[in-house]
């Protein structure tokens, strides 16, 4: 089955941890997780347009590649971080909850709704007083993420 045309394909999704334990509070696995991320934008099977790093869940703005499903995406997400937490973290037992909620964002206003929630996150959970203090959010870390789409960028 053909995929939709990329410029309907930019999503923001969220996926929780396994009976959301807080095991993203670990620098040592959100660190593992960010290299999983950036691993995965190197190869180009995903934009990563915006995220954030909860201490039980997670939220991105992703535009997966032309020849990826977001499914798969998210795949090479969750799987990658879980086969590398087990052998390089030793750690033990389930780390996602199956499946992952997701939102096609479908114009330049919504793009820039979702992007702020997901940039004022932290502040809103108490993590951090300002956008940019917190370490793992796109916030903060933007040499790690891609620029909107073309479609939602603020100036065409």
Same mark, same amino acid.
């Given at each position: ?53 909860? $201490? ?7 535009? &997966?590649?032309?020849? @990826? %499903? =977001? ?54 959970? $108490? ?7 917190? &370490?793992?959010?796109? @916030? %903060? =870390? ?15």
């Amino acid at each position: 089955m053909p995929l939709a045309p990329q410029e309907t394909r930019t999503f923001f999704v969220s996926f929780a941890t396994w009976q959301r334990r807080p095991i993203l509070q670990s620098h040592t696995l959100c660190d593992l997780l960010l290299d999983v991320m950036r691993e995965n934008r190197k190869k180009q099977r995903f934009q990563l347009h915006e995220f954030v790093f909860m $201490r039980d869940h997670v939220h991105l703005i992703i535009t &997966p590649a032309p020849f @990826a %499903s =977001l499914e798969k995406a998210i795949q090479f997400i969750k799987g990658g971080f879980s086969y590398r937490a087990k052998n390089e973290a030793a750690f033990h037992g389930e780390i996602w909850q199956k499946g992952f909620n997701e939102h096609r964002i479908k114009d330049q206003l919504e793009y820039q709704q979702q992007a702020e929630y997901i940039r004022t996150n932290p502040i809103k959970a $108490r993590f951090v007083e300002r956008a940019g203090e917190y &370490p793992y959010c796109s @916030a %903060s =870390l933007k040499v790690e993420v891609d620029p909107a789409p073309f479609q939602f960028q603020r100036s065409r």
